[in-house]
């Protein structure tokens, strides 16, 4: 007994021992490792880094921006659903134990034990709760060694203490990796499912659920059976503790993992240059930091619609060009012959060439050619498909058309080809029927814009922005030609010249400086009209009378007006300017002509209407009017609220309107005449520079303004009789005839203090009764009426010994340009 007693002693003191030692080493280790541990509290104020999204007018998307694809969303507005799945796949005891899981750590020991005992090649089970994955994500590495293992539960313990249980669960699911670029299960349920959190499946949640231990392990298409099971315990789990009932679980077990991406109609296609150019905004105003991480969400002014139209109509005239001039020849040549698909599928992708396909030629027949993808399909491309493709010439000149597809195309050759369904005449054509294309050389932009706001509502900046991110719609400069010449005369009407006023056309020769020849600018068509009034120098495009204009009125007045229309900043005071020898953008012409139709009031293009902060705070808007009595408690019946026009008068709106009625005389009498077809009240002007290097045109309608330019980007001439009215004019006409066709036809409004009197085309005077070709003419209420007596700007310089060609009522020229030979020496190159 006494020994019994004495071994019971022993026992219990070596026990006291022990676990005094156990005690005294779990003192050490965690005052060892928890000495140096990061500052938990930092996650009472947890901000992630959050995806910007900007978004269209109609709510679609046009981009996101993250280093990590999140939206947070807080724990009351995460479904009941999706907690339970996580809570069920990752830690069931999450509610009740102080931060690390004992009976979990005890059993994750045994089976590790059990597996390695036989001998099982097996990832170890880990026994890791969400307070301890908080940790380690938000504060710790994710290095595999027993010393993390301890700071993670230590920290575990110390933010159980500090947080309560919803907080430290929002953080991780806000958090968490989820694979495909994915943080957090918002991300997550939008990148995979298209869903947001309250519309996901129970199924789609356990999915989800199943994602954090190895998402790449579990991808729905390379790993589909494992991605499936590991969805299916996730299921099981939550069945098990009680989260779903025996029907539902039998349901979400049968149903198939599918993947839902975002739809085509949710996201805005063809903005990309749009996008670009707002991001770099984003980044100017706030800092990548913010925009990369800040959560904003930005409304953009892009209009879906108009957007993708733009793309469209500008794809369809770079390559209505580009076909004129001819074929440049095959992509890439490969052996013809067995294993074509091999070196088919080797060739490198071609930049810009969506929606089209590579192929190659598998042989050539008299009317047809047969083609072969990389995948094996086989294809035939008709005759009337290819006998476009004229032999291209350098110089942009015009090669002899193709007799036979062998003077086009070889076995062997690598094209670019498009699936079609319907032949030049409107018949249905076989399947497997293809065109033959090719990328453009030229290249392009359109801007579409609202006159009245400045809002942007499409933008495309070239081809393809996969092919060239250089945005030509607002990065390149280039000259206007006779699209600027609408601000030279406009500035005669503000300073005493009515649309009737007459100007000499005729051969003018000015001195350009000691040792240098006379300058002696021409008409494209080289002939000469005699007095001519403003109106027609306009709606036929004369450079000489403009010259002449800008003579009398000096350019330091012409440069002026430049300015406050935002065409130019400084504006070299030479005459060739007056023709459109500077640089500018096609966004600065574009709101230059919109202000001329919204009544002369200064307007800036904006591609932002809103940007919110991460809360919903806004921090920009572009409209900055104030509105006093817009946020009544309830409408009772009160007057409504009306806006004030902040907006600057930067020209008489009288002046403004006489321009506006010119130049819906270019469309209706003049070198736009292509644009009539339309139907629609609209004005513009076409634009040409020196040897056809740049070609515009830019107008508007009495709610939309539109500039369009075409041209290399390495400056060249594109060709003979290549002009704004035949390159550029028909891009805005496409345009404007979808963009239009079920508004109104609405005139262009009137302001105050127009006087409208009948007068002749032909000379400005009043016309007489019953004279059937008596246009309107817009004149202020003080300005007096042309006479017989009518005084002719005459300039200095001008040449002797010329005839005047008589001006016939709708004629004088052809649908192109006026023109010009070299400037002066100081001024790269002349305009049309």
Not at 680 to 698: E, Y
Request: aromatic share 10%.
């Amino acid at each position: 007994m006494r020994r019994l007693i004495r071994f019971l002693v022993i026992s219990t003191f070596v026990l006291f021992v022990l676990a005094l030692a156990g005690a005294g080493g779990a003192l050490y280790l965690f005052w060892h490792y928890g000495s140096g541990l990061p500052d938990y509290h930092q996650l009472a104020h947890y901000e992630p880094p959050v995806t910007t999204r900007v978004y269209g007018g109609d709510g679609r998307l046009v981009a996101e921006y993250a280093v990590e694809k999140r939206a947070f969303v807080p724990l009351t507005a995460i479904p009941p659903r999706v907690k339970e799945a996580f809570l069920s796949a990752e830690d069931k005891g999450f509610y009740t134990h102080p931060g690390v899981d004992f009976v979990g750590i005890f059993r994750a020991v045994v089976i590790n034990l059990r597996n390695k005992g036989m001998g099982a090649d097996r990832r170890p089970v880990g026994a890791s709760t969400i307070t301890q994955q908080v940790a380690k994500n938000f504060l710790l590495t994710n290095e595999v060694s027993l010393a993390r293992k301890v700071k993670e539960a230590i920290l575990a313990f110390r933010i159980e203490r500090a947080f309560t249980k919803d907080h430290i669960l929002e953080l991780y699911l806000n958090e968490i990796y989820l694979g495909g670029g994915s943080y957090g299960v918002a991300a997550a349920a939008a990148n995979y499912f298209n869903h947001s959190l309250d519309e996901l499946t129970v199924p789609e949640a356990a999915y989800l659920a199943a994602l954090p231990k190895a998402p790449n392990n579990y991808h729905p298409v390379r790993n589909y059976q494992a991605a499936k099971d590991r969805r299916d315990w996730v299921i099981g789990r939550m069945y098990e503790d009680g989260k779903i009932g025996r029907a539902e679980y039998d349901t979400a077990i049968a149903e198939p993992l599918v993947i839902r991406r975002r739809e085509d109609n949710q996201l805005i296609v063809g903005a990309d240059y749009f996008a670009e150019d707002i991001r770099r905004d984003l980044a100017a105003k706030f800092g990548e930091e913010a925009l990369y991480k800040g959560g904003l969400v930005v409304r953009s002014t892009v209009d879906a619609d108009l957007q993708a139209l733009a793309s469209r109509v500008l794809r369809h005239g770079l390559m209505a060009y580009d076909r004129r001039h001819g074929w440049r020849g095959p992509v890439a040549k490969i052996t013809p012959g067995t294993g074509w698909q091999e070196r088919l599928a080797a060739i490198p992708p071609v930049h810009g060439l969506e929606p089209w396909e590579m192929a190659t030629v598998l042989s050539v027949g008299d009317q047809t050619v047969a083609i072969g993808f990389a995948g094996g399909r086989i294809g035939t491309i008709p005759w009337t498909e290819i006998r476009w493709a004229r032999t291209w010439l350098p110089g942009n000149h015009y090669g002899n058309p193709p007799k036979h597809p062998s003077n086009v195309v070889a076995p062997g050759d690598v094209i670019l080809v498009e699936r079609v369904t319907r032949a030049e005449d409107g018949h249905a054509v076989p399947a497997d029927t293809y065109a033959l294309r090719q990328i453009p050389k030229i290249e392009g932009a359109l801007v579409a814009m609202d006159p009245h706001t400045g809002r942007v509502l499409a933008m495309v900046g070239g081809w393809s922005y996969s092919k060239s991110q250089f945005n030509r719609a607002t990065q390149a400069l280039r000259q206007p030609g006779s699209a600027f010449k609408p601000f030279v005369y406009l500035t005669a009407l503000e300073n005493g010249y009515t649309p009737s006023s007459l100007v000499l056309d005729a051969p003018i020769a000015l001195p350009q400086g000691p040792g240098l020849p006379m300058w002696r600018p021409k008409n494209y068509t080289d002939d000469f009209l005699g007095p001519t009034t403003l109106r027609v120098g306009i709606e036929k495009s004369r450079n000489l009378m403009t010259v002449r204009l800008a003579q009398a009125l000096g350019m330091d007045k012409v440069a002026d007006y430049s300015a406050r229309f935002g065409i130019y900043d400084n504006l070299p005071k030479q005459l060739a300017m007056a023709l459109g020898a500077g640089e500018t953008t096609v966004i600065k012409l574009t709101t230059a002509y919109a202000t001329l139709v919204n009544g002369g009031k200064k307007i800036t293009p904006t591609l932002i209407d809103r940007i919110q902060d991460r809360n919903g705070k806004t921090i920009f808007t572009h409209d900055k009017r104030f509105c006093e009595g817009c946020w009544p408690v309830q409408y009772t019946g009160q007057e409504m609220p009306r806006l004030p026009d902040i907006r600057e008068q930067i020209v008489d709106p009288v002046s403004a309107y006489q321009m506006v009625s010119i130049l819906e005389g270019v469309v209706q009498r003049g070198t736009g005449r292509s644009i009539a077809v339309v139907g629609k009240p609209l004005a513009g002007k076409t634009g040409t520079s020196n040897d056809s290097f740049d070609t515009w045109f830019v107008g508007f309608s009495p709610d939309l303004a539109v500039g369009v330019f075409i041209g290399f980007d390495e400056p060249q001439s594109m060709g003979e009789k290549e002009t704004g009215g035949a390159v550029a004019a028909p891009v805005f006409r496409d345009f404007m005839m979808e963009a239009l066709k079920d508004r109104p036809a609405t005139p262009f409004r009137v302001p105050p203090g127009v006087r409208m009197v009948r007068v002749s085309p032909a000379n400005g005077k009043p016309a007489s009764p019953g004279d059937g070709k008596a246009i309107l003419e817009a004149f202020k209420s003080d300005d007096r009426m042309p006479g017989d007596d009518e005084d002719v700007l005459e300039g200095f310089g001008t040449d002797a010994g010329f005839t005047f060609a008589p001006l016939t009522e709708g004629g004088g020229m052809p649908a192109g340009e006026g023109g010009g030979p070299a400037a002066p020496a100081p001024v790269p190159g002349g305009v049309y």
